[in-house]
């Protein structure tokens, strides 16, 4: 019996020597400092680019003109100049002013019925003013090339303000959309579409006109 458990006395110390040589060989294999051997098999080589960062104006004021055409309803496509000023609120929201002049045309009723015209020379002339608040839907980047990216911007607009045509100042309310390409710093190209909506009783019946405008500009930062 007593053989029995010095057999057995025996054999735990010799699992726990056991034990103890394989922690003492994990700590001095944790210990060992990297080596030529050791070192990662695999070195991925990354391909540092070099980036120039846009340095855009942090003026919040810009300033332009613009040209198109404006759709006057009944009264034909015609050629459109204006100016316009903006101020950026913050880099979602912006206020415009716009003013604008055009020529109308005569009407086909006036072409084709030989009548009078309906209005003289001066009363065809059609002037605009607005004050419209714009949203930046979607900025971002447009890319020219592979190594070009420029700051853009598609945004909304909507505002209020007076027309003058036949003779009357009359209320208007625009709406629209546009895009804005910052070409340098400081210079912007832009490209819009208006509709602009103004009431008028020319032909006897009063009725709310949409006038449509397509327009291409370019505004400076200052």
Known sequence: ?????????????????????????????????MT????????????RREITVP??????????????MLSVEDF???PLLG????????EDFFVEAAVAQTTTTK?????????AELLTSDERKLSY?????????????????????FNSALYLIAGAGSTRFAGDDRFTVNLGAGYRFLATDWLAIH???????????????KQTTNNIELTLGATVFF
């Open 83 to 90: 100016v316009r000023a903006a101020y950026h609120l913050s």
């Open 107 to 115: 009407t086909s009723y006036e072409r084709l019925s030989g009548a």
């Open 55 to 68: 340095t855009i104006d942090t003026e919040d004021f810009e300033v332009g003109v613009f040209g198109g």
């Open 36 to 47: 030529a051997d050791t070192e990662q098999v695999i070195k991925p080589q990354v391909e």
């Open 191 to 205: 490209g819009d579409v208006r509709d602009h909506l103004f009431d008028m009783d020319l032909f006897g019946e």
């Open 129 to 149: 003013y607005n004050l419209s608040l714009g949203y930046n839907v979607l900025p971002g980047e447009a890319f020219i090339t592979a190594k070009h990216a």
């Open 1 to 33: 019996m007593e053989g029995r458990f010095r057999t057995i006395f025996l054999g735990c110390l010799a699992a726990i020597a056991v034990s103890l040589c394989a922690l003492c060989t994990t700590a001095a294999l944790a210990a060992e400092p």
């Open 76 to 78: 034909g496509v015609n």
